[in-house]
């Protein structure tokens, strides 16, 4: 049998050839014998909006972080005389230094100040890098305050004393900690209407 293939008849083109155009490059002309073809660029992935939750305005958070400090100090002053002069229990001074104590009441006061400017640091710094931060900021200030809770029960004061300074510190740890949570929430608020 005879092999039968197709062939491909290729016929002349008639007429002149296309006049080659000159390719623009930037913003001179080349020659089309000199011009050089470009890849087009590689797409960029498209950015990801910023985390709504991260967005905040500092300088309200510490506004709220200062009236915080001031409540909790105020707090342990509060407690400290409460302790003191209706209970009779003596937390963090002798019993003759009086309601008011003595340097220790305004050393109590001024920690509890410093704490809640500390966790405002690190609220922070959590709202600035982690993820889900007002969560770990709970877990952490909940154990830190657990630790304030069982430290003075170790203590060897007397009971009354021992119950008393946790309880004091249980409320500070509470307050500090709900307090700043709605700072934050008012931080954020404060940055989506300023229209940042």
């Known amino acids: 049998m005879a092999d039968e293939r197709r062939t491909t008849r290729f016929e002349p083109v008639t007429g002149p050839p296309e006049p080659r155009r000159p390719v623009r490059d930037s913003f001179r002309e080349v020659p089309p014998e000199t011009a050089v073809l470009r890849e087009p660029p590689p797409r960029r992935r498209p950015v990801a909006p910023p985390d709504p939750s991260r967005r905040f305005d500092a300088a309200t958070l510490w506004a709220g972080s200062v009236a915080t400090a001031l409540v909790t100090g105020l707090l342990a002053i509060v407690g400290i005389l409460v302790a003191r002069g209706l209970l009779g229990v003596d937390v963090l001074a002798p019993k003759g230094d ?89 931080a954020r608020r404060k940055w989506a209407e300023s229209g940042r």
Not at 137 to 149: E, G, N, P, R
Not at 157 to 175: C, D, Q, R, Y
């Open 98 to 186: 009086g309601v008011w104590g003595n340097a220790n009441t305004l050393t109590y006061a001024l920690t509890s100040a410093a704490c809640a400017l500390g966790a405002t640091a690190l609220l922070q710094l959590l709202l600035a890098t982690t993820p889900n931060a007002i969560r770990f900021f709970s877990w952490i200030m909940v154990l830190l305050t657990a630790i304030a809770v069982v430290l003075p029960l170790s203590l060897s004061v007397s009971p009354e004393a021992k119950a008393f300074t946790a309880v004091l510190n249980l409320v500070i740890g509470v307050v500090i900690v709900l307090l700043l949570r709605g700072v934050v929430g008012s």
